[in-house]
């Protein structure tokens, strides 16, 4: 889960925990408001009809007849599906408004007004209250229960109201909360494309800045002043590798004629040797100049257009090249799979690949027991493998790991002459190419494998 989808998840969550309490109070409020209202209600009830005791003769009060009679008064009767049950001290009914129902009533309630003077219960959707009074010198108790069929709809339909607003609330925080950090933090969105697309090849990428200081912007001005840096350190190492090629370049080419001419006028086969031997660190020291000098034009965006490239046909050339400084150096060639409409074609450029399995033939040259090489080439839908296999003594684990590291020579390499950045301008040429090389033994055979993406 990235930043901008946690603070926003973060941000909705907290949203809706907040709203859900403000609900919650709200409905709670009302419900203890309207339980508090009723309640006073039946109390006024339950006193109206005390007075209404009050008034009656004392001969009706003393009535032992247990008549139920119906309690009249002149007050509004305001509470719907009243029940007014009246019990004497000896806690005998005396009085009640029901008519034609048979009644029910619960004496524990009648004892707790001996303890307390008003009580008040709930019964499923009946709310009671009781009261303990005195009347001309006796006590008398009033039950009075009633449904408050006006809070309790009102009630319900506050329920109804706050549940549907809080999902509408919901839906709109979490639209809202994602729309937000997505619009807020959308400079870090095109922070991270500018990041993900900066190679050596774009190091003049400048974020626009914002007027504000907050910590997105100072961010931005970080990047661009880095980014300012990184070029002008790439740009004089550029211009430095450029030179220095350049220069030295001239001076090996002159070497090399001059090593060739003094060959052919010594007869001597020991000073025809050495001259050999001095004119192949030349070659080599050449080729390698020549490579950084392909490999700095390019990466600097000279003459950068990839185009169709046949793999055997680089594969050949680059045998050829090999086989002017090696000349017991052969080549077993194979084509081991090839789709139906491939044509061994990737889009490149043809004189860096060139490089890559010239470097390739000549450590096989150089590093085999002898000067031979097997290429196989197949090709698949998605992409061209190539392997160079050679006999010879295969590399330790730990030299495999740091193969590709400029100026890294394997043990098999101390008493051959080299400069150890063969394998490293490959690894370059391909990183550049968007394609892999890698290393892998087999007993005694050692393996690199080239893969390049169609």
């Given at each position: 889960?990235n930043?901008?989808t946690?603070i926003?998840?973060n941000l909705s969550?907290?949203?809706?925990?907040?709203m859900?309490?403000?609900?919650?109070v709200?409905?709670i409020?009302?419900a203890?408001?309207r339980?508090?209202e009723f309640?006073?209600?039946?109390?006024?009830s339950?006193?109206?009809t005390?007075?209404?005791?009050s008034?009656l003769?004392q001969?009706?009060?003393?009535?032992d007849?247990?008549?139920?009679d119906d309690?009249?008064?002149?007050?509004?009767?305001?509470?719907?599906k009243?029940k007014?049950l009246v019990?004497?001290n000896?806690?005998?009914?005396?009085?009640?408004?029901?008519l034609?129902?048979?009644?029910v009533?619960?004496?524990?309630h009648l004892?707790?007004?001996?303890?307390k003077?008003?009580?008040?219960w709930?019964?499923d959707y009946q709310?009671?209250?009781?009261?303990?009074?005195?009347?001309?010198?006796d006590?008398?108790?009033?039950?009075?229960?009633?449904?408050d069929?006006n809070?309790?709809p009102?009630?319900n339909?506050l329920k109804?109201?706050?549940?549907?607003i809080f999902?509408t609330s919901?839906a709109f925080?979490w639209?809202f909360?994602?729309y937000?950090?997505?619009?807020?933090l959308?400079?870090l969105d095109d922070?991270?494309d500018?990041?993900t697309d900066?190679?050596?090849?774009?190091?003049t990428?400048q974020?626009?800045?914002?007027?504000s200081?907050?910590e997105?912007?100072?961010?931005i001005?970080?990047?661009?002043?880095?980014?300012?840096?990184?070029?002008?350190a790439f740009?004089?190492?550029k211009?430095?590798t450029?030179?220095?090629?350049?220069?030295i370049?001239?001076p090996?080419t002159r070497?090399?004629?001059?090593l060739?001419?003094?060959?052919n006028?010594t007869k001597?086969?020991k000073?025809?040797d050495?001259?050999n031997?001095i004119?192949?660190?030349?070659?080599?020291l050449?080729?390698t100049v020549?490579s950084?000098?392909?490999?700095?034009k390019?990466?600097?965006?000279?003459d950068?257009h990839f185009e169709?490239?046949?793999m055997d046909?680089?594969?050949f050339?680059?045998?050829?090249?090999v086989?002017?400084?090696f000349?017991?150096f052969e080549?077993?060639?194979?084509?081991?799979?090839?789709s139906?409409?491939?044509?061994?074609t990737?889009?490149?450029?043809?004189s860096?690949?060139e490089i890559v399995?010239?470097?390739?033939?000549?450590n096989?040259c150089?590093?085999?027991?002898?000067p031979k090489?097997k290429?196989?080439?197949?090709?698949?839908?998605d992409?061209?493998?190539?392997k160079?296999i050679?006999?010879?003594?295969?590399?330790?684990?730990?030299?495999?790991?740091?193969?590709?590291e400029?100026?890294?020579?394997?043990?098999?390499?101390?008493?051959i002459s080299?400069s150890?950045?063969g394998l490293?301008?490959?690894?370059r040429?391909m990183d550049?190419?968007?394609?892999?090389?890698?290393?892998?033994s087999?007993?005694?055979?050692n393996?690199?494998t080239?893969?390049?993406?169609?």
């Amino acid at each position: 889960m990235n930043l901008k989808t946690r603070i926003a998840l973060n941000l909705s969550i907290a949203f809706s925990i907040i709203m859900g309490i403000v609900m919650t109070v709200i409905y709670i409020s009302f419900a203890n408001f309207r339980k508090a209202e009723f309640k006073e209600n039946l109390e006024h009830s339950a006193v109206v009809t005390a007075n209404y005791i009050s008034k009656l003769p004392q001969k009706v009060l003393n009535n032992d007849d247990k008549t139920v009679d119906d309690i009249n008064n002149d007050e509004d009767d305001f509470l719907i599906k009243e029940k007014i049950l009246v019990f004497n001290n000896e806690k005998n009914l005396i009085f009640s408004n029901v008519l034609d129902e048979r009644l029910v009533w619960d004496n524990s309630h009648l004892n707790n007004l001996d303890k307390k003077k008003k009580i008040f219960w709930i019964n499923d959707y009946q709310e009671n209250i009781g009261i303990k009074t005195k009347i001309r010198g006796d006590f008398f108790y009033i039950l009075t229960s009633a449904e408050d069929v006006n809070g309790n709809p009102k009630l319900n339909f506050l329920k109804i109201l706050l549940i549907s607003i809080f999902i509408t609330s919901l839906a709109f925080i979490w639209v809202f909360s994602f729309y937000f950090m997505k619009k807020q933090l959308k400079p870090l969105d095109d922070f991270k494309d500018k990041i993900t697309d900066v190679t050596s090849h774009q190091l003049t990428i400048q974020l626009p800045e914002q007027k504000s200081d907050n910590e997105i912007n100072v961010l931005i001005k970080a990047f661009n002043t880095m980014m300012k840096r990184l070029n002008e350190a790439f740009l004089a190492q550029k211009e430095f590798t450029t030179s220095a090629s350049h220069e030295i370049k001239t001076p090996l080419t002159r070497m090399s004629f001059q090593l060739e001419n003094l060959s052919n006028l010594t007869k001597e086969e020991k000073s025809k040797d050495y001259i050999n031997s001095i004119q192949n660190e030349v070659f080599q020291l050449s080729d390698t100049v020549n490579s950084l000098l392909i490999l700095s034009k390019v990466e600097e965006g000279h003459d950068v257009h990839f185009e169709n490239v046949r793999m055997d046909e680089v594969i050949f050339d680059a045998f050829s090249k090999v086989k002017k400084n090696f000349k017991e150096f052969e080549m077993d060639f194979e084509i081991k799979e090839q789709s139906a409409d491939g044509d061994l074609t990737v889009k490149g450029i043809k004189s860096l690949l060139e490089i890559v399995f010239i470097n390739l033939l000549k450590n096989v040259c150089l590093y085999s027991y002898e000067p031979k090489a097997k290429v196989e080439i197949s090709e698949t839908d998605d992409e061209i493998v190539v392997k160079v296999i050679n006999e010879g003594e295969v590399l330790s684990e730990k030299d495999q790991i740091k193969i590709f590291e400029a100026f890294r020579r394997g043990k098999n390499s101390q008493n051959i002459s080299g400069s150890g950045l063969g394998l490293r301008i490959s690894k370059r040429i391909m990183d550049f190419h968007h394609g892999e090389i890698f290393y892998t033994s087999d007993k005694n055979h050692n393996i690199f494998t080239i893969n390049f993406p169609i």
